[in-house]
């Protein structure tokens, strides 16, 4: 963390400083930048400070279309840069993502080699995390920072937006956040989640989220996503 600035915020490079403002100025995020610059000086912490804000700096908030809620980052080395789901280029797949291009395929056809999902945000594609950190090896570590509070912040500053948007919510952590959007107003897509132990049980497979989100997308006189 060396040469960063102690405010978050700096880390991001477009309008969500600006539509996040208030959020940044509260108590609640004072409290959680302290904790989270702390622990980057302190301990093993994924993904690195400069990929932090990563799914907000690849696609801004103008840009948004499409959320596809994630909760922790990946624990283990060199697997988390910012994005929820994704792994740098070169990384072998985690088990959830293997279900995700699985089901990509079944759904659309379509098939990926990379599980580098930065495309998918270039497009418009939110893919955040409920918690934007986590200490190496120890799933769900930073939680209690307050990571969820912000996480709220976010989509409910996304439910305002005058265009609508696909929220995407895979498994009972991330639909634990769906009172937070109008669904009169937004696509709300809940399944079961990739997860090995969840998507066996059934509700994963075959759930279609790809080919809904684009069909939405369209009705909506929007480009669909391109998804590989």
């Known amino acids: 963390m060396a040469n960063v600035e102690l405010k978050l915020q700096d880390l991001l ?19 959680l930048s302290v904790k989270v610059l702390d622990a980057y000086q302190n301990e093993i912490v994924y993904p690195s400070a400069s990929h932090l804000f990563e799914a907000f700096n690849l696609c801004s908030y103008q840009k948004t279309r499409v959320v596809i809620l994630g909760q922790d ?3 283990g080395p060199g697997q988390a840069h910012g994005l929820s ?47 934007l950190t986590v ?23 996304l439910n305002r937006k005058d265009s609508p948007i696909v929220f ?4 009972n952590h991330a ?14 897509i809940k399944s079961a989640h990739p997860s090995p132990l969840s ?21 909506q006189g929007m480009e669909p996503i391109r998804w590989a």
């Open 13 to 31: 490079q477009n309008d969500w400083k600006s539509v996040l403002k208030s959020t940044f100025q509260s108590e609640n995020f004072e409290k």
């Open 73 to 75: 980052p990946y624990h």
């Open 85 to 131: 789901f994704s792994v740098p280029p070169g990384v072998s797949l985690p088990p959830s993502l293997k279900n995700i291009f699985k089901e990509l395929f079944q759904d659309l056809g379509l098939m990926r080699s990379s599980g580098d999902l930065s495309d998918w945000a270039r497009q418009g594609v939110l893919l955040l995390n409920t918690s």
């Open 135 to 157: 200490r190496a090896g120890e799933a769900g570590s930073h939680v209690a920072m307050g990571w969820p509070i912000f996480a709220k912040a976010v989509l409910s500053v």
């Open 168 to 171: 995407i919510f895979w498994g």
């Open 175 to 188: 639909q634990g956040f769906t009172s937070l959007i109008d669904e009169r107003r937004h696509c709300v």
């Open 199 to 219: 998507a066996n049980r059934g509700g994963w497979f075959g759930s279609k989220p790809f080919s809904q989100t684009n069909e939405f997308l369209v009705s």
